[in-house]
């Protein structure tokens, strides 16, 4: 008999985070702004899922939902057999040294008005009852482990570089020796010199410690270079989830076809082959968007059922998941999901624009 799969250690189910709308003089509730908008997804133990698009497409929500830092609308959160998402307090506080965050800029998330010591110990004041020693002496383990020095350890946030800032905050997320770490745009206030810093530790601290990140970022050559899988996300839904090196080989859906094109080429002959796909027009409103696929008003590809039809997230070769018509799937009737001649049609029309 073979053994069980191992259950994903992170599992994210239909995840929705709507902001409310209220407007005029007694503040009636108008709408909703759909910041995340349904997202599913998993991850494996021991291993970082990159979360990747444009601004204000929810990535960072989504993290922070995850967590309990925003009350999550609806969907469930399951993190190491607990969904989070439905804890009542006292258990979730109790679950947080297990959960951890690394933030965007390191300035704005650490206190100016405490020292490197008392800002890595504070988890450990939370959250144990050991003694100052104690406490000392595991920051200055932590210190060890993200390559600061001791004498450093009475200096204040001023005194530091953004690449030691940031290294602060991810002792600071280590104190507790948690399993799961949401890194928000880690590297994305540093100079590109550091960058490369951070990223080799923090690969370096999941082999070690045997972490799983949930790694959120605008750079995807980075994320090629960290993540298995990738989820790209657009207007608060995920398009496409396919293993790395399947989607930065071949994208299916068409805008992270587009998103990929724009990711520089170091040679200068694949550079000089490469179609780079301008999308145009600009990203709809998440308090009001499309009726159909949240792309289709971009969509150089787009058929008259995206306009009408929400896809879903699907299994369309094994292991990549699309939420797209062009990639229709069997229905137990037998019949396709979209129309395969509408579908057939577009791709010759579109092979025909790119012969032209």
Request: hydrophobic share 40%; proline share 7%.
């Amino acid at each position: 008999m073979l053994d069980a799969a191992p259950a994903p250690l992170v599992q994210v189910r239909d995840l929705k985070m709507h902001f409310p709308i209220y407007t005029g003089i007694f503040r009636k509730h108008t709408g909703d702004v759909k910041a995340v908008d349904g997202v599913s997804f998993d991850i494996m133990a021991g291993q970082t899922l990159g979360l990747v698009g444009e601004s204000g497409c929810g990535k960072s929500t989504v993290g922070r939902a995850m967590l309990r830092l925003y009350e999550p609308t609806a969907g469930r959160v399951v993190i190491d057999g607990d969904d989070v998402a439905r804890m009542a307090p006292e258990a979730l506080r109790k679950k947080r040294p297990t959960m951890q965050m690394v933030f965007q800029d390191p300035q704005a998330s650490l206190n100016p008005r405490m020292t490197l010591a008392e800002i890595v110990s504070e988890p450990l004041d939370e959250h144990t009852d050991w003694t100052r020693d104690q406490k000392l002496e595991r920051v200055y383990e932590l210190m060890d482990q993200v390559g600061l020095n001791r004498r450093f350890v009475n200096r204040f946030p001023h005194e530091f570089s953004g690449g030691q800032r940031q290294r602060i905050g991810i002792a600071r997320a280590l104190a507790l020796k948690p399993r799961f770490i949401v890194c928000d745009e880690p590297i994305a206030a540093l100079d590109v010199s550091i960058q490369a810093q951070v990223v080799n530790l923090l690969e370096d601290l999941q082999e070690k410690l045997g972490l799983t990140y949930l790694f959120i970022s605008h750079d995807l050559s980075m994320v090629r270079h960290l993540a298995q899988k990738v989820a790209v996300m657009y207007l608060g839904r995920i398009a496409e989830l396919s293993p790395s090196k399947d989607l930065y080989r071949r994208p299916l859906h068409p805008y992270a076809e587009a998103l990929l094109s724009a990711v520089n080429e170091p040679d200068p002959e694949l550079a000089a082959r490469r179609n780079r796909i301008i999308l145009k027009g600009d990203v709809p409103s998440p308090a009001n968007p499309p009726k159909g696929c949240n792309f289709c008003t971009r969509c150089p590809k787009v058929m008259d059922i995206c306009r009408t039809v929400k896809p879903d997230l699907l299994e369309v070769e094994p292991g990549r998941l699309v939420a797209c018509h062009l990639y229709p799937t069997k229905t137990a009737a037998g019949s396709t999901g979209a129309s395969e001649a509408a579908v057939l049609k577009n791709q010759e029309r579109n092979q025909q624009g790119e012969t032209r």
